[in-house]
């Protein structure tokens, strides 16, 4: 960028402490606003050389502004804040049961899916256990 037009900012002829010091800054801001000839260039450099800083962050007087009315003018250039739309969730029902589980192979069954070898084996072991226990619970807490 540019920078020709800081050989032409009044504040470097002036006690820079006036742009520092909050007594002086209704000073500072007359300077800035009524007798600064680059005021428009130095507003925009500062805008851009805060864009990352906070606004508590932000000293002194800066082309008749204070921290806080900077961090207010780039806030509202920036547009209001797009709210980004949630992402969806997935829809998620009952989880199912496991392959390899007794629930799992009545679940294929009910659903005509092909059995794999894991539900049948869960199957039998709770035939083995209803068969030997009377109940498809393997410990039983009667
Ligand atoms: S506008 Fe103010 S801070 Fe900016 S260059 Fe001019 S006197 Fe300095
Ligand atoms: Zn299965």
Redesign the pocket.
């Known amino acids: 960028m540019d920078r020709d037009w800081e050989l032409k ?3 470097r002829t002036e006690d820079p402490e006036i ?1 520092f010091s909050k007594k002086t800054w209704p000073r ?1 801001k007359k ?2 606003l009524d007798e ?1 000839m ?2 428009e260039e ?2 925009e450099a ?1 805008l851009a050389r805060e864009s990352q800083t906070a606004a508590t962050m932000r000293a002194g ?4 502004l204070t921290g806080a009315q900077r961090a207010k003018l780039a806030k509202s250039r920036r547009g209001p804040a797009v709210k980004r739309p949630e992402p969806e969730k997935p829809k998620v029902g009952r989880q199912l049961a496991p392959c390899g589980t007794k629930s799992a192979y009545e679940r294929h069954r009910r659903k005509r899916e092909p059995i794999d070898q894991a539900c049948r084996d869960a199957n039998s072991r709770s035939a083995v256990a209803y068969r030997a226990t009377g109940s498809t619970k393997v410990f039983s807490v009667l």
């Not at 007087?61 to 008749?64: D, R």
């Open positions: 900012a009044l504040c742009w500072a300077l800035c600064c680059v005021r130095c507003l500062t007087i800066m082309a008749g």
